[in-house]
T-cell receptor, first 111, second 114 residues
Framework: KNEVEQSPQNLTAQEGEFITINCSYS?????LHWLQQHPGGGIVSLFM???GKKKHGRLIATINIQEKHSSLHITASHPRDSAVYIC?????????????FGQGTILTVHP | EAQVTQNPRYLITVTGKKLTVTCSQN?????MSWYRQDPGLGLRQIYY???????DKGDVPEGYKVSRKEKRNFPLILESPSPNQTSLYFC?????????????FGPGTRLTVL
C-alpha cells in the first residue's frame, strides 16, 4: 500500500462543476503540498498546508491532520484547469527533507 | 526572473556513458531536490540537499550521485547509466531547511538510455 493515496485517479467534469480531489496518507507528516502538472509537463506548486484551510482564487485546500486526509477543491471549473493534480507529504522527524508523492489525479474539464 | 533551470532538457545516451544533468536556481534557496517521474509510478525523490555540502538519499537513490558545492547548483550525476534510468527528471528548490515552503520546479529533463 502506498504511503500517499489519491482519489479519484481520473476525473472528468463539465465546465462550471465543483471538483474535489482527495489525498489520504498513512504516516505522520509535517506538511502537505498540492501541485499541478500542466499537459506540457511543467509542475507548479498550488498550496503548502500544515493545518486548516487555504484559498487561492477558485482553489481551496483543506487538511485534517487527525484523519490524515487532505482535499483540493476547484470551484466553477474551467477547461484550463485540466491538468494532473499531485499531493505530496513531508514526513518530518528523521525523514525531515523527504517528500513522498501520490500517484496524481488526471482532471479533464470539458467546455 | 526567479527560476530553476535544468540542462539538458532532452538527452539520449547509451548504457554506461557517464552523464551529468545540471540544476541551478537564482532564488538563494537552501533546499534543493531531484525527482524522477515514471508512468504508473508517479514522482519519486532521488536525493535532496538541505544546504551547501549537506545531501541525503531520497526513496530511489541507487545509480545516482549528487553534490552541493554551491548554494545555487545541485547537479545529478549518473556514473554508469542503465536503461531503467530512462525517465523524466525534475529538480526543485525551496527556501528554508526542508520542503516546508513553496516548491519551485525546473522544466524537466527527459532522459533516454539505450
Amino acid at each position: 500500500k502506498n504511503e500517499v493515496e489519491q482519489s479519484p485517479q481520473n476525473l472528468t467534469a463539465q465546465e462550471g462543476e465543483f471538483i474535489t480531489i482527495n489525498c489520504s496518507y498513512s504516516v505522520g507528516i509535517s506538511a502537505l503540498h498540492w501541485l499541478q502538472q500542466h499537459p506540457g509537463g511543467g509542475i507548479v506548486s498550488l498550496f503548502m498546508l500544515s493545518s486548516g484551510k487555504k484559498k487561492h482564487g477558485r482553489l481551496i485546500a483543506t487538511i485534517n491532520i487527525q484523519e490524515k486526509h487532505s482535499s483540493l477543491h476547484i470551484t466553477a471549473s474551467h477547461p484550463r484547469d485540466s491538468a494532473v493534480y499531485i499531493c505530496a507529504v513531508c514526513p518530518g522527524g528523521t525523514s525531515y527533507g523527504k517528500l513522498t508523492f501520490g500517484q496524481g489525479t488526471i482532471l479533464t474539464v470539458h467546455p | 526572473e526567479a527560476q530553476v533551470t535544468q540542462n539538458p532538457r532532452y538527452l539520449i545516451t547509451v548504457t554506461g556513458k557517464k552523464l551529468t544533468v545540471t540544476c541551478s536556481q537564482n532564488m538563494n534557496h537552501e533546499y534543493m531536490s531531484w525527482y524522477r517521474q515514471d508512468p504508473g509510478l508517479g514522482l519519486r525523490q532521488i536525493y535532496y540537499s538541505m544546504n551547501v555540502e549537506v545531501t541525503d538519499k531520497g526513496d530511489v537513490p541507487e545509480g545516482y550521485k549528487v553534490s552541493r558545492k554551491e548554494k545555487r547548483n545541485f547537479p545529478l550525476i549518473l556514473e554508469s547509466p542503465s536503461p531503467n534510468q530512462t525517465s523524466l527528471y525534475f529538480c526543485a528548490s525551496s527556501t528554508g531547511l526542508g520542503p516546508y515552503n513553496e516548491q519551485f520546479f525546473g522544466p524537466g529533463t527527459r532522459l533516454t538510455v539505450l
